[in-house]
């Protein structure tokens, strides 16, 4: 696949639903995508049901995390679950050979420290919600990378 730059930043899918239905290759759970953020810059904050994980290839920086909190009503004819998230993030520190776990609807931002190198990573997120029916794209999007510039 070809790099492409996105609301999280410049991407290249290594690994997709879309890809595997291509290849007929059969037990997709995950989409394995390689990312890099320009030296100085961040990726787009997000948030997306499944959980993520991120391996630091180069580079170094820190993620935001902002945690969720489901809360359940009782009510059964709503179709969104209700959430809160922190007001304020956790912040963690990571560099080339670490990985970085973030949770199911976890907000997040990954940013890189350096002002001379790219940070680089591959991110593995889990798409068990698609795959229970809930739709292939089920990310939101509250800020894109710097990078990113829309016709808005």
């Known amino acids: 696949m070809p790099w492409e730059l996105s609301p999280q930043g410049l991407l290249k899918h290594m690994l997709n639903e879309q890809m595997a ?9 995950a989409d394995i995508y390689q990312q890099v953020i320009p030296p100085g810059s961040k990726s787009g904050r997000h948030r997306h049901r499944g959980e993520e994980i991120v391996i630091v290839l180069e580079g170094e920086g ?41 949770p199911v609807n976890t907000i997040h931002q990954h ?3 350096s002002e001379e190198d ?18 292939y794209e089920d990310l939101e999007q509250f800020e894109a990378a710097p990078e990113y510039e829309t016709d808005e």
Do not use: C
Not at 21 to 29: F, T
Not at 74 to 92: L, N
Not at 118 to 133: D, K, M
């Open 21 to 29: 239905e291509e290849l007929d290759y059969p037990g997709m759970g």
């Open 118 to 135: 790219p940070a680089r990573f591959i991110s593995v997120q889990a798409r068990a919600f698609t795959n229970l029916g809930f739709g």
């Open 62 to 102: 820190y993620d935001h995390h902002w945690d969720a909190q489901l809360t359940v009503t009782g009510e059964q004819d709503r179709e969104e679950p209700e959430w809160e998230f922190d007001d304020e993030p956790s912040k963690f520190e990571w560099e080339a050979g670490d990985a970085v776990y973030v």
């Open 111 to 113: 940013h890189n420290t």
